[in-house]
């Protein structure tokens, strides 16, 4: 059997290591433009200059907040103007999709810098396209993974710990989803079934969260950089993102894209969603009780949604779940990658279920 396993070309992470972006992006040229998400450009402009000084001239250019065809087709027509030889991303996870988008139809080098450890999208060859109304559009599947990682921890432990819990959110999905597709045999992000070693890093992936998450999320909390809040951030962002892509996407973030479709979900992460996405997908796939257990259990420890109404979807009509549920298994989606039949209906018995049980253990 032909497997496949796709990595980023160089990662870096630690207290610090925004010092160290000029010689990083030195390698690729003279010439850069820089795509900052609000945040960024308004709080890293100055450590941004000292990071570049007297090795690369840097365009700056602020992104509109929606990884869209549109803003793309933006970004691109700026690009051409100043003739760049890399792309850097600053910012959350949608900055970092566009920014690869943008070097992709560019065909030149690109570098993310993550400032949220929210989610795995920064190691990926992958961005995930939305309309300009921020519902999901579809995957877009790069030819490579980006040419630099750059995470500092530093930065990320200055951010609420809101989005820190978001990523634990995003990568506990990882393994649940990368066992399934072994199972079946599915293909992963390349189309091909993954390797032992994309199986065996979502496991860790999962595991790391488990042994660390509280501590992080303390240490986040202080705004302090821990060796707890190291192993996390790893976690959230490389192991999750290795263990998504060269193992593959199941049940968890197709369940996310169907929620995308309803409006009230739009002000919650995709980390957030994410997480109740792998409750149902647990109780949808009929997991042992004792695994169940410990994902709602480490997920409460947390804060992460365990009913409906934690994602904005407390007044949800049936026909709302259904909607979604459908969109989750449209044709061509992850959940196909289950070693079962699922259909919108047994997608919706799961939600249910799922927000029953998070009630229960609220009111326990």
Known sequence: MLTTAIFPSRYVQGNGAF??????????????????????????????????????????????????????????????????DSIVGIGGGKSLDTAKALAHELNIPVAVVPTLASTDAPCSALSVIYTAEGAFKRYLFLPRNPDLVLVDTGIIAQA??????????????????A????????????????????????????????????L?????????????????VEANTLLSGLGFESGGLAAAHAIHNGFTALSQTHSYWHG??????????????????????EAFTFSQRIGLPLTLADIGLANASD??????????????????????????????????????????????
Request: glycine share 8%.
């Open 19 to 84: 010092n160290h972006l000029g010689e990083e992006l030195a390698r690729f040229g003279k010439r850069t433009l820089i795509l900052l998400d609000p945040f960024a450009d308004d709080h890293l402009g100055a450590a941004l200059n000292k990071a570049c000084q007297h090795q690369l001239e840097c365009q700056r250019i602020r992104f509109n907040g929606e990884c869209s065809d549109e803003e793309v087709a933006r970004l691109a027509g700026v690009a051409r103007q100043h003739l760049p």
């Open 160 to 177: 609420p710990a809101r989005f820190l819990v978001s990523g634990m959110g995003d990568a506990m999905a990882t393994w649940f989803e």
């Open 179 to 214: 066992e399934d597709c072994r199972i079946r045999g599915a293909g992963n992000m390349t189309g091909r079934p993954g390797p032992l070693t994309a199986y065996a890093l979502a496991r860790l992936c999962y595991d790391t969260l488990l042994e660390y998450g509280p």
């Open 216 to 232: 992080a999320l303390h240490a986040c909390q202080q705004q302090v950089v821990t060796p707890a809040l190291e192993h996390i």
């Open 272 to 293: 957030e969603k994410v997480a109740f996405g792998v409750l149902t997908m647990l109780i949808l796939s009929g997991r042992k009780p004792a695994i169940i257990d």
């Open 319 to 364: 026909a709302d779940l259904l909607k979604a549920a459908e969109l989750a298994c449209a044709e061509g989606e992850t959940i196909h990658n289950e070693p079962f039949r699922v259909d919108p209906l047994s997608v919706v018995a799961a939600m249910k279920t799922a927000d029953a049980q998070g009630r229960f253990r609220k009111q326990a």
